[in-house]
């Protein structure tokens, strides 16, 4: 079915923007929560070790089946862009969302082993879950998660080729997918929870003290942070006050980063890209869905800040918008530019648009891209993507 005209104006404005378990047991891992990576008195890493891609190339079953991909338009490489990831161990799961044709997986996993330098993809968890129009499989992933429990958590906006006519397939969901065996743990469905102009974005996963998990995941056009109780089996949304937008040309890009202290305690970080204030909601307040009068304002932004992950602890990465520059704020610092320590820059002045946890190297990775020109489709063969190591320390 297709995208009514506010769904057609909310998803243009985010490409735009974007340029600049139902009773499966949640337990915590035997092996503790991970909180952070990175500490002041951390050894250099070797920055050298980089995974680089043009396009997308994928492990098809035969070579008759990409045959037929190629020649029914389910295939064509350049559309192909990776803009999210995860890792875990030696494998890397990436989102590819499908903003154009031609997209024939939207999850997909490689190999980043020692040696490795370039990349091809195989379909996560199999290609039966990549089939557009089927609402059990995944339509367009543009986020994902991967908790302690090594479950991977995606965020389906269920629209498909965003930069041409969009199309909306099925409605929007979050899948819990054990990264071991690949069977899906749950499905959430989103569409009681948002509008025809819902811009979903951003997703986050979080565990209480008593160990039940709530997923976040932000919405943009409504000004709102969708919270689901995985036990409860239930959702919710939480309108944030309109301070939030206060100076926004537009509700744009709605960033949302969960931080983890060394006390167990998180707290969930947000901002729009247009505004020039940075905000955070304790998780506790967020789970009981009791928001207002909560809302901390951290302070005034220095520039256009755009939020590309965390360590899994303290510690946010950001760039500014059109800057190739990565910077790290430790949120137990207060947040002036004076804490901002500068971590990576781009030899190729391509644009990050992840920061990710490498566990298996005590390190962070950055995934990069020539994405502005992808939106421009002024990418010939395809994007420019890779996968570095951050060089900073401190």
């Known amino acids: 079915m297709k995208t009514n005209n506010r769904s057609l104006i909310g998803i243009q404005l985010f490409v735009t923007t974007l340029w600049a378990l139902s009773n499966y047991t949640w337990e915590i891992s035997a092996q503790g929560t991970k909180y952070g990576l990175w500490t002041p008195d951390k050894a250099c890493e070797d920055s050298s070790s980089v995974v680089q891609w043009t396009g997308g190339q994928f492990e098809f079953p035969c070579a008759s089946t990409k045959s037929l991909f190629k020649s029914s338009g389910k295939y064509i490489s350049k559309n192909v862009i990776a803009t999210r990831a995860q890792i875990i161990r030696d494998t890397i799961y990436l989102a590819l ?34 089939e557009e129009g089927n609402c059990k499989a995944l339509q367009s992933v543009v986020d994902l998660v991967v908790d302690q429990n090594e479950v991977i958590w995606v965020l389906d906006t269920g ?7 969009p199309v909306r397939k099925c409605p929007p969901k979050v899948l819990a997918l054990s990264a071991k065996s690949g069977k899906v743990l749950k499905t959430i469905d989103l569409d009681g929870l948002t509008s025809p102009n819902s811009r979903l974005q951003y997703l986050a996963v979080d565990y209480a003290p008593d160990g039940g998990c709530f997923v976040y995941v932000s919405d943009a056009a409504n000004r709102a ?15 944030l006050p309109k301070a ?38 304790k998780s506790e307040y967020l789970r009981s869905g009791v928001a207002d009068g909560r809302i901390i304002d951290l302070g005034k932004k220095p520039s256009r800040m755009v939020i590309i992950g965390t360590d899994n602890g303290s510690a946010i990465f950001f760039r500014n918008e059109g800057d190739s520059e990565v910077f790290r704020w430790d949120t137990n610092s207060t947040f002036t530019e004076a804490n901002f320590k500068p971590v990576y820059r781009s030899p190729t002045c391509q644009l990050a648009t992840h920061a990710v946890p490498d566990y298996k190297r005590n390190t962070m990775r950055v995934l990069q891209s020539n994405f502005p020109d992808f939106m421009q489709n002024r990418v010939g063969c395809g994007a420019i993507q890779q996968l570095s190591m951050m060089q900073g320390c401190w």
Do not use: H
């Open 159 to 165: 629209i498909v080729n965003t930069l041409e006519v």
């Open 97 to 130: 969302p499908r903003y154009r044709k031609g997209v024939p997986s939207t999850l997909v996993k490689t190999n980043i082993q020692p040696g490795t330098c370039s990349a091809t993809f195989t379909p996560f968890p199999c290609w039966d879950m990549q």
């Open 244 to 281: 939030v937008t206060a100076g926004c040309r537009s509700r744009d890009v709605l960033y949302i980063a969960l931080i983890r202290q060394d006390c167990g305690t998180t707290e969930l970080y947000f901002t729009y890209l247009s505004t020039n204030r940075l905000f955070s909601l």
């Open 225 to 239: 942070i969708i919270v689901f109780n995985i036990q409860a089996d239930r959702g919710f949304r939480i309108v």
